[in-house]
């Protein structure tokens, strides 16, 4: 019998179906919200509001570009949290009142569990995939994680962001250049014409495998004020230079504590997850570092380094796989690590 999972992801501003069979994708649906541009963030309540409008095409049009029925589906995952309490209500009592109707279990997926096993997802049965055991640097707007995956439900952090994650340094930073929310995307764009060694930036001194960012965006301000000071026209003329020195710097600190887990925990294998994982210079830093170290890497498609529900179908299949159903009386949660 083959196991067909509907994913359901609402747990900030996308709103997404996906349908995973036997861990091959044949949907997934991504409805992105605009509302939220004009806000320089993410408004909760219209969050919300969205998720409300869209939830219903959304799912309909994953079962539909599936080539499914929803009477084909073996359960639905959905994501609990953590994530906007107001978002993650629409989405898991969406999933409640479908499995009650189709009479199938649901299941609860951690998001960030579902970054990490978005490397499990396949478009075809040959697809590689990790084993484990793994590294995975999970690095987005709300976390910046590196997490040992022994299985798909035995996950340790190793380390963790004191203070910002990576994503908030490169959106805080941004901002403080005029750039648009979020500017992460903007940075790497603007990152790709620069010199990375024009200017330095101050790197953390943290024990460990933790990480923090709160100093580097500190040193960052203070470096345009310093300049703007003399140079009305810095930032303007200096746009480009000062991204690619701003990723240059976050790279380094990311891949000096990744280096150092892959040392003490000896794996072979290291993915990375999440949205900053999109990052140009993310991707081709680790793909090297690995490259250069004799290990596997896994740096995701694009498509699912962003909020998707093709993870949450993923993870949900594992979960699914060891009868690992959710009751009814189960309620979103908005804060959690891995
Ligand atoms: O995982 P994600 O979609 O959701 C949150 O955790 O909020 O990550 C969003 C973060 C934002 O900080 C965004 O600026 C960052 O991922 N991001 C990037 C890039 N694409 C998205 N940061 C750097 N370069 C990118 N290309």
Redesign the pocket.
């Known amino acids: 019998m083959s196991v067909t999972i509907l994913g359901i992801e609402s747990s900030?501003d996308?709103t997404s179906a996906a349908v995973i069979r036997d861990g091959i994708l044949l949907s997934n649906v991504i409805a992105s919200q605009s509302v939220h541009e004009e806000y320089g963030g993410v408004v909760p309540e219209l969050a919300s509001r969205a998720h409300q409008q869209n939830i219903v095409p959304v799912v309909d049009a994953a079962i539909n570009r599936a080539g499914i029925t929803k009477n084909d589906l073996s359960a639905i995952a959905f994501t609990r949290g953590p994530g906007l309490l107001g978002s993650l209500l629409v989405g898991t009592s969406f999933a409640k009142g479908l499995s009650l109707g189709l009479r199938i279990p649901i299941i609860d997926v951690n998001h960030l569990h579902g970054?990490v096993l978005s490397h499990f997802v396949r478009r075809k049965p040959d697809d590689e995939v990790p084993g484990f055991p793994f590294l995975c640097l999970l690095?987005?707007?709300?976390?910046s994680q590196i997490i040992l995956v022994r299985s798909p439900k035995e996950m340790e952090i190793l380390g963790q962001t004191i203070d910002d994650?990576?994503?908030?340094a490169?959106?805080k930073c941004?901002k403080v250049m005029g750039l648009p929310y979020?500017?992460?995307?903007h940075?790497?764009r603007l990152a790709a014409e620069g010199n990375p060694k024009k200017f330095h930036f101050s790197k953390p001194r943290i024990p460990e495998l933790d990480y923090s960012f709160s100093g580097l965006k500190t040193s960052f301000l203070y470096t345009l004020r310093d300049n703007v000071k003399l140079n009305p026209d810095f930032i303007k003329e200096n746009k480009a230079d000062l991204a690619a020195s701003l990723?240059h710097t976050i790279i380094e600190i990311l891949l000096e504590k990744l280096d150092m887990a892959v040392r003490r925990t000896g794996v072979s294998t290291v993915a990375i997850g999440?949205?900053?994982s999109?990052?140009?210079g993310?991707r081709q830093a680790v793909a090297k570092y690995c490259a250069d170290n004799g290990l596997k890497a896994f740096i995701p498609e694009r498509a699912f380094?962003?909020?998707n529900a093709a993870m949450v179908a993923m993870a949900g299949h594992f979960k699914y796989l060891d009868k690992d159903f959710c009751r009814y009386d189960q309620a979103p949660f908005a804060r959690v690590t891995v």
Do not use: L, R
């Open positions: 900030c996308d970054h690095i987005s707007g709300g976390n994650a990576a994503g908030e490169f959106d941004a979020p500017g992460g995307p940075i790497d990723q999440g949205g900053v999109a990052n140009s993310v380094t962003t909020d």
